[in-house]
């Protein structure tokens, strides 16, 4: 299958319009409804991103207006349909990666359960920051990114020469060469060691709540066909801009041995 990684300005309940191949993982970063407090733990809550100078415009604001209209029921039932059908062999089983807020862990396994996938674990990525330490008199300060693993019967596949994974992951912050397009911007070296786990070269990898579009660029760095919806136009037209379209060009350009 062709190395290729698409974007879609769409919301991920019209995939059928696109006739997209099933996936043999689909990953995403679902909103945690942060609400008012979106930027609580982040920079932008303050000018220039330092406390000492107050709150800027985006302080008590949410990220985006669509994250209200996001439903987990919704979300379950159509990435049951985007995933590949369960498989008779082993090891070929597909999976799900939801990366959630903590508080929204139970609420992702039990709507998962309604929709078929039957079995997970959890995942946890630790970091050598907090972005909570913005927050004034706090001593304990998060540091810590949480996912689910789902999955229906078998054990999905796993590709790691045989060697065990732990359950938790280093969370790197990318280089300058990866654009900062969204808030919530998983790193592509992080997504890159999720998809070579429980993909394999040439596997279709989905992500509904694309973003920055960080997971379609990680696979398709690794040879995995990628596509991502994004409801948001103007997140979607940035990371189609930065992202997306820089990918192609590259690999325009090594095509054309430029």
């Known amino acids: 299958m062709e ?27 679902i909103p945690y409804n942060l609400g008012a407090n979106a930027y609580a733990s982040n920079p932008m ?6 406390n000492r100078n107050g709150a800027s415009k985006k302080a008590g604001k949410a990220f985006f207006n669509t994250d209200v209209n996001f439903r987990i029921a919704e ?9 590949k059908k369960e498989p008779k062999e082993k090891s070929q089983a597909p999976a799900m990666i939801v990366f959630c807020a903590f508080d929204q862990e139970q609420m992702v396994i039990e709507y998962g359960k309604k929709y078929g996938f039957m079995h997970h674990y959890p995942i946890f990525f630790i970091k050598n920051y907090s972005a909570q330490v913005l927050k004034a008199n706090m001593k304990i300060v998060g540091a810590t990114e949480h996912a689910i693993v789902l999955y229906r019967d078998k054990l999905p596949k796993f590709r790691n020469s045989g060697k065990m994974v732990f359950d938790w992951f280093e969370w790197k912050k990318d280089g300058k060469d990866v ?31 694309a973003g920055s579009g960080s997971t379609l660029r990680a696979a398709y760095e690794l040879g995995r066909p990628a596509y991502g919806f994004e409801v948001d136009k103007g997140i979607y037209e940035k990371a189609q801009a930065e992202m997306i379209t820089p990918l192609h060009n590259q690999c325009e350009q090594t095509r054309l041995g430029v």
């Open 3 to 29: 190395t290729k990684a698409i974007l879609y300005h769409d919301n991920f309940q019209n995939y059928k319009r696109y006739n997209i191949p099933k996936a043999q993982l689909v990953i995403a970063d």
């Open 45 to 50: 809550w303050y000018i220039g991103g330092d």
């Open 75 to 83: 979300y379950m039932h159509f990435c049951s349909r985007l995933l």
């Open 179 to 209: 654009p900062k397009i969204h808030p919530t911007q998983k790193p592509v070296n992080l997504l890159k060691r999720l998809i070579e786990v429980f993909t394999d070269p040439g596997d279709v990898v989905i992500d509904p709540c």
